[in-house]
């Protein structure tokens, strides 16, 4: 199983309204995707502007076809035109 999470921080100036649309496009297309598990979104309780995805899929196969997944290449370059930061971590359960 792997694990996914993906912490971002937005650029003062993004307008979260439009990031968190696509946002929920991305999260609603993922989740019919084979493999996966679990996709969530979440945003931070403290600073909104720090936004965190927590994924789980079967295997590293799974995740790579996700990567490569038609919503993933069109939303996420959009995504990141918003964020500031994005820090990505990948877990293996042990």
Same mark, same amino acid.
């Given at each position: 199983?792997?694990? $996914?999470?993906?912490?971002?921080?937005?650029?003062? !100036?993004?307008?979260?309204?439009?990031?968190?649309?696509?946002?929920?496009? $991305?999260? #609603?297309?993922?989740? &019919? @995707?084979?493999?996966?598990?679990?996709?969530?979104?979440?945003?931070?309780?403290?600073?909104?502007?720090?936004?965190?995805?927590?994924?789980?899929w079967?295997?590293? !196969?799974?995740? #790579? #076809?996700?990567?490569?997944?038609?919503?993933?290449?069109?939303?996420?370059?959009e995504?990141? &035109?918003?964020? @500031?930061?994005? @820090?990505?971590?990948?877990?293996? @359960?042990?």
């Amino acid at each position: 199983m792997i694990r $996914v999470v993906c912490k971002g921080k937005l650029k003062p !100036e993004a307008n979260i309204e439009n990031y968190l649309s696509l946002a929920r496009e $991305v999260v #609603q297309e993922t989740r &019919k @995707e084979k493999g996966c598990i679990m996709y969530t979104y979440h945003q931070d309780i403290n600073d909104p502007l720090v936004l965190t995805t927590i994924e789980e899929w079967e295997d590293e !196969e799974a995740l #790579q #076809q996700h990567n490569q997944s038609e919503h993933i290449k069109r939303l996420v370059p959009e995504l990141r &035109k918003m964020r @500031e930061s994005t @820090e990505l971590n990948i877990y293996r @359960e042990i």
